[in-house]
């Protein structure tokens, strides 16, 4: 189902690419980071070209639950120790920033976009020490921020850090104002870069400067980014007749819910899990019981899930994309914070080509190496790809085809073949191939959304083997109907 923010959002179709061309700067991805760094590169007077696989806002941009929020989780404690206060502030400010970036767009543009500024709240039912030490934390690097025990949620907490001055929009009504006059091509997939060459299946598109704004890079090398980043799912209810809450709400405990209201919705969310790792679904199950405990008179109105990259060290990476390839830049790894990230990206790659360097960029730097801070990450994510190659070889399918009833999908023994088939509601049988084109990986059922979801990197594909989601670039072999 889709968001609310599609379903209210008509944004105008542009023209695939027809043939080769050059521009001063072409940026990959027409998701809010991609259409913001175009949007201020042509301000600055340099030419740029937009290019997106299928049409604006498709990706993450439109899965949101769009908070424009300095808080992310408990984070500024952790960064002092460390980063120490300078790092920590650079994170910091370059956010704060952000949130004022986009007030001032707004106001100055005129746009009518649902902008309301709220307060943000963390909360906990468990203890209240982590969330003293980051209000603390945070106001020691400038930021509004306390801790309260005052919230208007219809459970009790321990506690909460209430940051003020933050924000919430509708992000598909902002990103199709500030696209109107940029230069995109539609339906046009970026396959592969060289030098200073974008390869799509339409033509080449020559540029100075290239940015990756895809969400998670597609080149594998330079920059290794698969490396550096893995990717996890999470999911929204809207509700009407629920409680309308003022300010915005992320639970920190384990199966915390994140809160907003717009308009007249409860947007709930939360389930999340890593990308690969839901063989057992009820995501969305999860979600309507707790709607059902805290808001029964409420109904359901739409439902939808996003995905989110997420860093080593909990920093997204922004800047130039290797030191071998000095004119390509990169953003990505904005966890589950894509509003103020998107920001903070633009003004960084933006002022890395216009020769107008922000010293705050230093903390986002995409080449940095935080072996204490990445280490737990870095051996998870290594564990989880050994595990998934390893099951691809060696670990035989689960059932045979007769045992899979109608709307259930698996790993099946098909023909002697290891093989991913889900059974529609009318029987029949969709087979693809559970080898993830991107590196191999063993690809996993997902009942929740009826995809075929990579536990490595996180690429997902629909029922009948169709790319959904990076970094893979093709469909799955062997796919049939």
């Not at 994170?91 to 106001?107: E, F, H, K, P, S």
């Not at 709220?118 to 030490?133: F, G, H, I, V």
Request: net charge negative; proline share 5%.
């Amino acid at each position: 189902m889709s968001s609310i923010w599609r379903e209210t959002t008509a944004i105008a179709p542009r023209n695939a690419l027809e043939g080769d061309i050059e521009a001063e700067a072409a940026v990959i991805g027409g998701g809010l980071a991609g259409v913001l760094t175009a949007y201020f590169l042509r301000e600055r007077g340099v030419e740029t070209v937009l290019l997106e696989a299928d049409r604006l806002g498709s990706g993450q941009t439109g899965n949101t639950t769009a908070k424009v929020t300095s808080q992310h989780g408990l984070l500024y404690h952790k960064l002092i120790g460390e980063l120490g206060e300078e790092g920590a502030g650079q994170y910091a400010r370059a956010n704060q920033r952000a949130i004022t970036a986009y007030r001032d767009l707004i106001g100055e543009k005129c746009i009518d976009c649902q902008w309301e500024e709220r307060p943000a709240y963390l909360y906990t039912s468990m203890e209240q020490e982590l969330l003293q030490e980051e209000a603390h934390g945070a106001w020691r690097l400038g930021i509004d921020a306390k801790f309260t025990t005052d919230t208007e949620l219809p459970f009790p907490v321990k506690g909460a850090v209430q940051f003020e001055g933050q924000a919430q929009f509708h992000p598909l009504k902002f990103l199709e104002h500030i696209a109107r006059e940029l230069v995109v091509y539609e339906g046009t997939r970026a396959v592969k870069v060289e030098g200073d060459t974008i390869l799509t299946d339409r033509g080449r598109v020559k540029a100075r400067h290239i940015v990756f704004a895809t969400h998670f890079p597609f080149m594998n090398a330079p920059g290794y980014y698969f490396l550096r980043l893995h990717q996890e799912r999470s999911y929204v209810l809207a509700l009407e007749h629920a409680q309308p809450l003022n300010g915005m709400y992320l639970g920190v405990d384990e199966g915390g819910l994140s809160l907003r209201t717009s308009g007249a919705l409860l947007l709930l969310g939360g389930g999340g899990h890593r990308t690969g790792e839901n063989s057992a679904g009820g995501r969305y199950d999860l979600l309507r019981q707790a709607a059902q405990t805290y808001w029964p008179q409420a109904r359901e109105t739409a439902h939808w899930s996003a995905q989110d990259c997420m860093p080593l060290d909990g920093v997204p990476y922004i800047g130039r994309f290797s030191p071998s390839a000095p004119n390509w830049y990169v953003a990505t790894g904005f966890q589950k914070w894509g509003m103020t990230s998107s920001m903070v990206a633009a003004s960084i790659l933006c002022g890395l080509i216009t020769g107008r360097e922000d010293p705050d960029a230093r903390v986002f730097g995409p080449h940095r190496l935080r072996l204490a801070a990445s280490a737990k990450s870095l051996w998870t994510d290594g564990g989880k790809t050994v595990k998934s190659l390893a099951r691809s070889a060696f670990v035989p399918a689960g059932a045979a085809l007769d045992e899979l009833p109608p709307g259930h999908g698996g790993i099946v023994d098909y023909n002697g073949v290891k093989t991913g088939v889900y059974r529609d509601g009318e029987g029949q049988v969709h087979t693809v191939s559970v080898r993830c084109p991107h590196l191999g990986c063993q690809l996993e059922w997902n009942p929740d959304e009826k995809s075929w979801d990579c536990p490595c990197h996180g690429s997902r594909f629909d029922y009948t083997g169709a790319l959904l989601d990076g970094p893979a670039q093709e469909n799955l072999k062997g796919s049939s109907g």
